[in-house]
């Protein structure tokens, strides 16, 4: 899974496999994290070389204190990083409007019918997606013209998955 991670205003790629490897920024370094107790006091593996630091979560970024410093970070992974882009883009007002996959994933759920009127916001399709759900929102005001898809199947990034007008 790839990361944007955010270190007092400086951006950061991060990407980490299931061999406990993580890449930042093309590098690939060899990381352990643990938490110790109940604390938010965290141990930190790199290379084999030991750190220690104390971690709060806040509404939208995480708070570390490393080595006497306080660092503000966010972390958007990119499953995050696609529906927040998919949020902010413009939508005709009027028209036939295909609703695509923003992300490959499976169908688990279409809360909409033919010929409901929708309105904007209201849940059109939930995708499964790497264990995760995702809610993909009326983009307007419309009725539902088509629905290309049924509960079960897998669909891949950016397939038309239901069409408003």
Do not use: C
């Amino acid at each position: 899974m790839r990361y944007e991670v955010i270190v007092n205003n400086q951006k950061y790629t991060l990407e980490v496999n299931q061999e406990g490897k993580i890449t930042v920024d093309g590098q690939e370094t060899l990381v352990e994290f643990s938490r110790i107790g109940d604390s938010g006091l965290y141990l930190l593996l790199v290379n084999n070389e030991s750190f220690e630091g104390l971690v709060e979560e806040h509404e939208d970024l995480w708070q570390v204190v490393f080595r006497g410093n306080l660092y503000d970070v966010q972390v958007n992974d990119e499953r995050a990083q696609l529906m927040r882009g998919r949020a902010h883009m413009s939508v005709p007002d009027s028209g036939e409007l295909p609703v695509k996959a923003p992300i490959p994933g499976l169908v688990i759920n279409i809360p909409v019918e033919i010929g409901q009127e929708v309105s904007k916001g209201d849940n059109l399709v939930i995708l499964e997606s790497m264990k995760m759900e995702n809610e993909l929102k009326a983009p307007r005001d419309g009725r539902v013209e088509r629905i290309n898809v049924e509960v079960g199947n897998s669909v891949e990034q950016h397939q038309t998955l239901l069409v408003l007008v």
